[in-house]
């Protein structure tokens, strides 16, 4: 049986050569996609310091403890909510107001995030077709060839 052609790992860009599909060293994230704080920065860093904490007390307090997620209020269901969660997520220029911010359940806030990051991510809206690195070369577009 013939041997395994080498596989391109798959961070756009790269280009390295590997021999089971997937990420290169540089690339490869540990198991259950967790990064060192070292790379992400501490939580007070990220903005998450004592102000933060004062913030959750005072939402999960408005909230009376319980989950204000859209799927408990449209089901009827009451849940404990430990959590505080963006409706608008920083990463997308939400901030730390009290309007964008509600009391949510420790499933329920798993499952939003889930859902957002499944989301589809906007198609790029230039009208020129962009090139791309493959196996060490650019490819362009068949419109532009």
């Known amino acids: 049986m013939p041997a395994r052609p080498s596989s391109?790992?798959?961070?756009?860009?790269?280009?390295?050569?590997?021999?089971?599909?997937?990420?290169?060293?540089?690339?490869?994230?540990?198991?259950?996609?967790?990064?060192?704080?070292?790379?992400?920065?501490?939580?007070?860093?990220?903005?998450?310091?004592a102000e933060w904490d004062r913030i959750r007390v005072r939402i999960l307090a408005r909230a009376g403890g319980l989950c204000e997620c859209d799927e408990c209020k449209s089901l009827g269901r009451v849940r404990l909510a430990t959590e505080v969660d963006h409706r608008v997520p920083?990463?997308?220029?939400?901030?730390?107001?009290?309007?964008?911010?509600?009391?949510?359940?420790?499933?329920?806030?798993?499952?939003?995030?889930?859902?957002?990051?499944?989301?589809?991510?906007?198609?790029?809206?230039?009208?020129?077709?962009?090139?791309r690195w493959v196996a060490g070369a650019f490819l362009l577009p068949r419109s532009r060839r």
């Open 8 to 49: 391109i790992c798959r961070q756009a860009g790269c280009g390295v050569t590997i021999a089971q599909p997937g990420y290169c060293d540089k690339h490869r994230r540990p198991a259950g996609g967790w990064r060192a704080d070292s790379e992400r920065g501490s939580r007070h860093a990220r903005g998450y310091g």
């Open 90 to 131: 920083k990463a997308q220029g939400g901030t730390d107001d009290e309007e964008n911010l509600r009391a949510i359940n420790v499933d329920c806030h798993k499952a939003k995030t889930l859902r957002e990051r499944r989301k589809p991510k906007p198609k790029n809206t230039s009208s020129a077709p962009t090139a």
